[in-house]
């Protein structure tokens, strides 16, 4: 059974940085695109950040490209997310997300890309 594991939320203020860690076990990581998304309060989930079985292409929404960086270790079947710049607007529950297998034709920033779902951890960015 596949569990993802998140880690590394919490309170800081706008323009602080944060690295969210995505834990993967019970499954063969090396051979599963991965992705972060994110659930504001009273607001939808959303895409963030996604990255491809091999690591070499990464995507990013609009709204955190040129702050935010995805990355993984196959050494360690985890997933990383590299948060800098933080606003405001950052704050919501992040998820990790894992697809069993690479992006098809591309698609990579719906949720139902996504075969397994971490618990989340929190986000809040305060002005």
């Known amino acids: 059974q596949v569990q993802l594991v998140e880690s590394g939320g919490g309170l800081v203020q706008a323009g602080d940085s944060l690295r969210l860690s995505c834990v993967a076990s019970?499954?063969?990581?090396?051979?599963?695109?991965m992705g972060w998304f994110r659930q504001p309060p009273g607001n939808e989930r959303e895409f963030v950040s996604a990255?491809?079985?091999?690591?070499?292409?990464?995507f990013y929404a609009d709204s955190v490209r040129g702050r935010f960086t995805i990355s993984r270790d196959n050494a360690k079947n985890t997933v990383y997310l590299e948060m800098m710049r933080l606003k405001p607007e950052d704050t919501a529950v992040y998820y990790c997300?894992?697809?069993?297998?690479?992006?098809?034709?591309?698609?990579?920033?719906?949720?139902?890309?996504?075969?397994?779902w971490g618990q989340g951890t929190q986000v809040t960015v305060s002005s």
């Open positions: 997300a894992q697809r069993a297998g690479v992006f098809y034709s591309g698609y990579y920033s719906r949720p139902r890309d996504y075969h397994y």
């Open positions: 019970g499954s063969t990581f090396e051979n599963a695109a």
């Open positions: 990255i491809t079985v091999s690591g070499r292409n990464t």
